[in-house]
């Protein structure tokens, strides 16, 4: 088997390398950092530097990895070191929404135009990307955020719209999008305290919940947007 961990420098990426590791020690697993390769190493574990924003980079590995089983894009940004998420329409900056849909949106497109050949197959593999519950559009209760949230909604569109042209082109991949649920990482340090008791997850946990949730879908599960604890979330 071979697994795909795009943002594997990540909080929940690096949680996924480790937990694939421990729980499929056949597989071969390659995973990518942008800037600061993770220490975590194993004969079956594979580092890839890549920007997941710049075609040539996924195109390239890409042409290195001819057949994947399951690749998962774990990217993704909420805040910059000096701006936040907008509390309000007066504080949208074009750069800052430009960077949103950098990181939260283009990697998953590029991966999806790439990688459709490799996960072509007769069994059954899965493309799956993190979004956030925030990016659902009827789920829409509080407002703010608006970047990260445009971003998130657009990824959502992208993966349901991937899901539908592959329902007949590549009929044996599942398509799901995820949400991990407020996650203790660099991403969510600056809310952190807001968050209920209880309601901050581990990244283990995190990822132990999404490879359930991998391995309860199948190919008729496609075009799905599913939560933590395996919920479905509406668009
Ligand atoms: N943590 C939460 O509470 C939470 C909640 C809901 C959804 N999510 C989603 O879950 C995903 C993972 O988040 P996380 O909590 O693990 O955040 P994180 O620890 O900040 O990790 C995000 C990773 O994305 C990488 N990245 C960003 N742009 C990239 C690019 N163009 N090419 C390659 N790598 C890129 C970063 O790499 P560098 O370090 O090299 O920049 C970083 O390793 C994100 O999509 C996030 O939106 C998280």
Redesign the pocket.
Known sequence: MIILI??G?????QALVKRFASEQPKAQIYA?????KPNIESSHIHWVE????REEDVRALAKQLPNVDMLIN?????HTPDKLPEKSIQEFDPDFFNENL???TL?TLLLAKHFAKALKAKQTTYFVA???RIGSISDNQLGGWISYRSA?AALNMALKTISIEWRYKLPNCCVLAF?????D????VPFQKNVPPGKLFT?DFVAQSLIDLIQSKQASDSGGFYSYDGSAITW
């Not at 420098?9 to 990426?13: D, L």
């Not at 890549?50 to 924003?53: M, V």
């Open positions: 795009v943002g420098s990540g909080g929940i990426g990518t950092y942008r800037t600061t890549l920007d997941a924003s774990a990217t993704g940004l909420l950098k990181a939260n990697p993190l979004s956030a998130k949400h991990p649920g407020t996650t990482t660099a991403l969510s990244a």
